[in-house]
């Protein structure tokens, strides 16, 4: 498969969520990989066992380097244990407030969503106790989502990008073995972030702490301290404005 018949959409045909995300969920239930947008960058994205093996070796991650699933709300509030005013939080951040969130909190290794996971992958997507879920992340990765929890699925990932290789906002720029390793591309052009040069946030919400100031974590950190009265750490390169 040459890289053209791997991308989507074709020259000439614009962006469709809907036909998109089926392409990529047929991909990934064959046992694909994908190469996806999201407001952060491009992910690299699996649901098999074998596949989400071969995402890890081709982003070149050394052996204990833990990859993330990637979710929505709803996917959070099953898998996650946490009272039930930090999921009120992370329902207004990203339902009301459409913010993607990294959601870091100890979780129910007994639910059906993971009884499919191998225990290979289930230790890549775990560490000390807690799961990583990438919560939101653009129209198309919620979809492809969606369409993975209605079939009791969990979808694994990380940025396109060998280890170490920095956020890719745009396809050309992804390196040729990321590329190679994907059976389908999607090319939605440049991504909403990119200005920040970052990966998303990442947020304990279990030991209420910051983990990764990612993308938008000024506006994070603002909605945090006036709507919960949290106070975090300020970000050294895009300070919020306080009020009196």
């Known amino acids: 498969m040459t890289r053209q018949t791997k991308l989507i959409p074709t020259p000439g045909t614009l962006p469709n969520i809907h ?8 991909t990934l239930q064959e046992g694909g990989i994908a190469i996806v947008p999201t407001e952060v960058g491009y992910g690299l994205i699996a649901s098999s066992s074998e596949a989400i093996t071969r995402a890890f070796h081709a982003k070149k991650r050394r052996p204990g380097h833990t990859q993330g699933i990637i979710g929505n709300y709803d996917v959070h509030k099953a898998l996650h244990i946490l009272p039930e ?4 939080i992370t329902k207004v951040l990203t339902h009301d407030l459409d ?5 870091v909190a100890p979780y129910r290794s007994d639910h059906p969503l993971l009884q499919g996971m191998s225990a290979e992958t289930l230790e890549k997507t775990t560490k000390d106790g807690n799961m990583a879920i990438h919560v939101g992340g653009g129209s198309l990765l919620l979809e492809v989502v969606r369409l993975h929890y209605e ?8 940025s396109a990008n060998v280890t170490g290789g920095g956020q890719k906002f745009r396809v050309e720029d992804i390196e040729e073995g990321i590329l190679e390793a994907a059976d389908i591309v999607v090319d939605y052009g440049l991504q909403r972030y990119h ?22 974590y000024e506006l ?3 909605r945090m301290r006036r709507f919960w009265g949290v106070e975090l750490e300020e970000d050294p390169v895009y300070p919020s404005e306080k009020g009196e």
């Not at 005013?85 to 009120?88: I, L």
């Not at 913010?99 to 959601?103: T, W």
């Not at 947020?203 to 983990?211: C, I, N, P, Y």
């Open 19 to 26: 036909n998109d995300a089926q392409r990529v969920f047929q």
């Open 85 to 88: 005013e930090r999921f009120n």
């Open 99 to 103: 913010m993607s969130l990294g959601v």
């Open 151 to 158: 079939v009791g699925k969990v979808l694994v990932g990380s």
């Open 195 to 216: 200005t920040y040069g970052r990966a998303s946030i990442l947020f304990d919400f279990g030991e209420m702490k910051v983990l990764r100031k990612g993308a938008c």
């Open 220 to 222: 994070f950190g603002e």
